[in-house]
């Protein structure tokens, strides 16, 4: 490894609704996935923050949109999950809204990170939401999970189907195998991060 990037971050506030969300210039980078996928695991990861972000083995933990600033000038977003069967369906339709509510309108965010279990082909809700990321034009990585289960061969074979799947989206930048357990892929995605949220500061300007 060249050299370590450290990123710290600190808790904002949740939000249920989007009138909750912080008013604020800063660029986003959003995880999203499937609930239990890792997305909380992953932002304690990126900090090296054991309690960040809260994690657990019970789908459908995190519940609010949680905002975290970082010191490298961008927000760190950890979203509740989609597709956890076993809340109500009211439940599910008001997380699926308030989930499209960010990831399809917020202006600042600048990536999004669609988090896919290595271990599964992508769900039919993943497809559903990497199309309509491209069609909203939002720039999006899509991020391996628990890559430390996979033999590496299976795991080239993962990487290899996404990027195929994915090969005419103008808006998809890159695929990423990661591990929470291992730290596999914690520098990539931070390079990636700082990369994009430089970028979306000088489209901006
Ligand atoms: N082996 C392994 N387990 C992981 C990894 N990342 C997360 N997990 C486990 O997967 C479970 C879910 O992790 P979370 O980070 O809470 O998942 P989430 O996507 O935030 O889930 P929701 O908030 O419920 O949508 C926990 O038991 C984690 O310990 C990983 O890289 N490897
Ligand atoms: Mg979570």
Known sequence: MAHDIQLNATFVKGATKPEHFPDTSLPEVAMIGRSNVG???LINTLTRHGKLARVSNTPG???EINFFVTD????LVDLPGYGYARVSKTQREQFSHLIKAYVMRRPNLAL???LVDARHDPQPLDMAMLEELEFNKR??????TKCDKLKPQALVEREQQVRDLLSNCQH???VLP???ETGLGRHN???LIKRIVQLSQTEES
């Open 39 to 41: 997305k909380s695991s």
């Open 61 to 63: 933990k995190t519940q």
């Open 72 to 75: 490298m000038n961008f927000m």
């Open 112 to 114: 999004t990170c669609v």
């Open 139 to 144: 720039r999006f990585v899509v991020i391996l």
């Open 172 to 174: 998809f930048v890159d």
């Open 178 to 180: 990661t591990s929470s």
């Open 189 to 191: 995605m931070l390079g």
